[in-house]
Nanobody
Framework: QVQLVESGGGVVQPGGSLRLSCAASGSILSINAMGWYRQAPGKQRELVAVITSGGGTNYADSVKGRFTISRDNAKNTVYLQMNSLKPEDTAVYYC?????????????????????WGQGTQVTVSS
């Protein structure tokens, strides 16, 4: 069974920092892109940042220069360092990973590529 487990959310004052972590576990053969999304109350889920297996990154314009995404392939973990936080960054942050997993079938073991989501972690920026 594959899981993405997030940690690091919390309450912080404007201008403060938080670091989110997301660890993937299970029958994982390889990990392609990993990313962070967020969803504020009453709004659609939006992309915050993504990192490819080769380390290429892309950010939402609203977080460029403040947030940094990174990954540790040995630990199957992706991080989001968030600095200079603003009240408008308040949201539930979700980890996403495109995984190739080992799947057992009656005919044998197969490789399956699938997108997985974490359970979400709340980030609140408030004075």
């Amino acid at each position: 069974q594959v899981q993405l487990v997030e940690s690091g959310g919390g309450v912080v004052q404007p201008g403060g920092s938080l670091r989110l972590s997301c660890a993937a576990s299970g029958s994982i053969l390889s990990i392609n892109a990993m990313g962070w999304y967020r969803q504020a109350p009453g709004k659609q889920r939006e992309l915050v940042a993504v990192i490819t297996s080769g380390g290429g990154t892309n950010y939402a314009d609203s977080v460029k220069g403040r947030f940094t995404i990174s990954r540790d392939n040995a630990k199957n973990t992706v991080y989001l360092q968030m600095n200079s936080l603003k009240p408008e960054d308040t949201a539930v942050y979700y980890c996403n990973a495109n995984l190739v997993i080992r799947h057992e079938t009656p005919g044998g073991v197969v490789r399956v590529q699938q997108s997985y989501w974490g359970q979400g972690t709340q980030v609140t920026v408030s004075s």
